[in-house]
């Protein structure tokens, strides 16, 4: 690469660090919402705890191939995962758009969505390191489930993780440039997120589906954000199924990369259009 | 009811402070600002007296952070002064917030009050079953202000489809629909063009004259001053520079010709003293 | 002309003309409903969307019961009919609740952030109603129907006979799990006053409304008590819905509901009092 084109990347680097630096530093200034956050996790990791423990009891030693423990540490990871994943990204576009800021956004030289994605990458990290990993270690002390055996494990986590994070910030990203063609669509943003919640194996692992959705279930992009990881992290997953899964997720995320492409373009054609 | 002869605001040693927190610099003050802050006492307003009489137009001058906002707020009785005496149309503001809301129409210029997705008339409706103005009254009112403010195109249209000029000309009808003796405006005119604020100015002074409606007009927009208000009052860090005509004021110090002149002349008189 | 600037107010010294009458408030609450249906019925589109989403809201809350059921005959001993006729139960007052508090979310950013607030204090009117007017959700009531249909299913399902009597308990209890839950968010969304920005307590309380609609016997000790009687959100589903099925076990419990809720309600008010008296008084 040239000198001039070096020296571009080591800036656009520099710049979406600082981006995310930014939005880890602003969530820091929300005091109110720092400490109340570390008590959020864990108390919704308890909820479903206590409701599986009640359904195992009732169904037996294992319901759908896992048993309590490895239930637990799906839980665990769900819920300590959802800290890292989980971002606004849909309604923050959506309210740009509603309140005409994102016309002001297009005059900045950087890739909109793409410093968005990165603030949320701030926040997830932000979340994950003060929520979820003291979370994690303190739910697996309570409720003794066995954390991941080997770096190897915590390396699979740690990335289906991430692949998780991207689809779920690419979906987002789709949902809240649709607002550009919906006026008022907070309730196409519920339905979503909705969606994302039961179909990525959140609240109920999706081996529990009846056996005719499950194949259906496993191809959408949605399994690939809890349902993924989840089972990284309880050691649920072979090897080969592990490779198989990053496979699929690399592969939504270039079809949903270039739906988002293709969206940003027709949108940016019509903010013109409109005038701004 | 208050008489003719109560002054419409009466205020004297008027204080107002606010505990500000200032941030640590740095990721290292931010992670010790979760745990424990650093405040320091802020005088927004500082001891001003300020008695204006029925039927005034007076023009409340000060830069951004001046304290403008603040009084206005005490005035209205949204804010409750730190210390000081305040009666405002015979009533201290904050203690009867809803009956002495009957009395005043509020203007904010940087935020509106007509509900935004619908049209100009719905708005109109509600303030008159909030008020609790009698039909009669209510057409009346309604057939005169949008005679005087050219509202008739307009009383159909979402609020959302509004220009700028538009919205603040219904704003303006929506302040005045229950015919209150005292106006305040917080910079109405941020952003109109040069008719719009023409056409602003002109109604303002027909309003004080034809009804004798007070006007308090918080701005730092000079050229409203000059069209609207006979007085001026000019505020900066909290205190009052100047209370006296607009005529003097203009002429207040050596080589000054115009009220702008005059103004800056004085902040930085100010200035220099701390 | 001088003085007092026109008729109308002369008139009406201390609200001469038009005392206060007893339907002042009632008759403004319809107005206000009133512009809220014309603002849904302006965006048509979106309306059914919101319906939409909505059930289908509803729907996949309805699928995880229904999945969960078909691996395990009961949970903590309640059939899938009861769990139904208590998640129906919980929709009452969730919808209810739902309708009129859109606001509570806004409040933090549009109300106290962005100063929203000041425009409400120059009104003639109490600020809290004012508050709860200016945002209906017309679309979350369609959880209501739906609630009532799931109770009337399994009630027939469980051969479940109800007399006057029962309705009328009802009411009350669905009644009181509205005012409940309205107190706990006026009490969450007063803490705007203090935090200076989100404090994320409430997307933590929302999540934990599926509480409300699980038998609280599958908590221990700590937590169980915690949602009983410290966030009592047992008191809004779980706990009346229960004592329908099993008066004998549950019925005691239940007829604290109401003055569970009346001290709730109490406490998001004293909140929120406090609160607009620190905003009024040191401002932001």
Known sequence: MSPVADRALVWGISLYLHLARNRFLSLLAYRANFWTGVVIYLVYFGSYYYLWKAVFEAGGESLGKLTFPQMAAYLGAGWMGRAFWFNNLDREIAREVREGSLALQLIRPYNYLGARVVEALGEGFFRFVFYALPGLFLAALLASFPLPASPWQWGAFLAALLIGFLVNSLLNCLFGLLSFFFLRNEGFLWAKRVAVDVLSGVFLPLDLYPGFLRPLLASLPFSLISYFPNRAFAGLLSPSEFLRETVLGLSWMAILTLGLALLWDRARRRLVVQGG | MPGDDQPAIDARGLTKEFRKHVSRPGLGGALLDLFSRRYEMVRAVDGIDLLVQRGETVGYVGPNGAGKSTTIKMLTGILVPTSGHLRVNGMVPWRERARFARTIGVVFGQRSQLWWDLAVQETFRLLQKIYRLPESVYRERLEELTATLGLSDLLATPVRHLSLGQRMRCELAAALLHDPPLLFLDEPSIGLDVMAKAQLRRFLRRLNRERGTTVILATHDMGDVEAVCQRAVVINQGKILYDGSVERLRSLRAGTTTLEEAVRALYAAAGREK | ?284
Not at chain 3, 139 to 159: C, H, I, Q, T
């Open chain 3, 1 to 284: 002309m001088s003085g007092t600037g026109g008729e109308s107010f002369a008139a009406s010294p201390k609200g001469g003309i038009h005392r206060r009458h007893l339907l002042y408030y009632p008759s403004l609450a319809l107005h206000y409903l009133a512009m809220e249906v014309k603002c849904r019925l302006a965006y048509r589109a979106d309306f059914w969307a919101g319906l939409i989403s909505d059930l289908f809201h509803h729907a996949s809350t309805l699928v995880v019961l229904l999945v969960l059921f078909s691996h395990i005959p009961h949970i903590k001993g309640w059939n899938r009919e009861e769990m139904l006729f208590i998640y129906g139960y919980f929709l009452l007052p969730f919808s209810l609740f739902l309708t009129t508090s859109a606001n509570y979310w806004e409040f933090s950013d549009r109300y106290v952030v962005k100063g929203e607030l000041d425009r409400l204090l120059i009104r003639p009117l109490p600020v809290l109603f004012q508050l709860m007017l200016e945002e209906i959700e017309l679309e979350a009531f369609f959880g209501f129907p739906v609630g009532v249909a799931l109770m009337a299913y399994s009630a027939s399902r469980l051969g479940l006979a109800w007399g006057a009597l029962d309705f009328l308990a009802l009411g009350i209890l669905v009644l009181a799990g509205t005012l409940l839950y309205h107190g706990v968010f006026l009490l969450l969304a007063s803490l705007a006053f203090w935090a200076e920005g989100k404090t994320g307590l409430m997307p933590l309380v929302w999540n934990l409304n599926a509480y409300g609609r699980y038998p609280i016997e599958i908590y221990r000790g700590g937590l169980r008590f915690l949602l009983t009687w410290v966030l009592p959100l047992a008191f809004v589903g779980f706990i009346p819905a229960a004592s329908f099925l099993r008066p004998r076990d549950w019925a005691p419990l239940a007829a604290l509901t109401l003055p569970v809720s009346l001290a709730f309600f109490g406490l998001g008010l004293l909140g929120w009092r406090a609160g607009l008296r620190r905003y009024r008084g040191t401002g932001s």
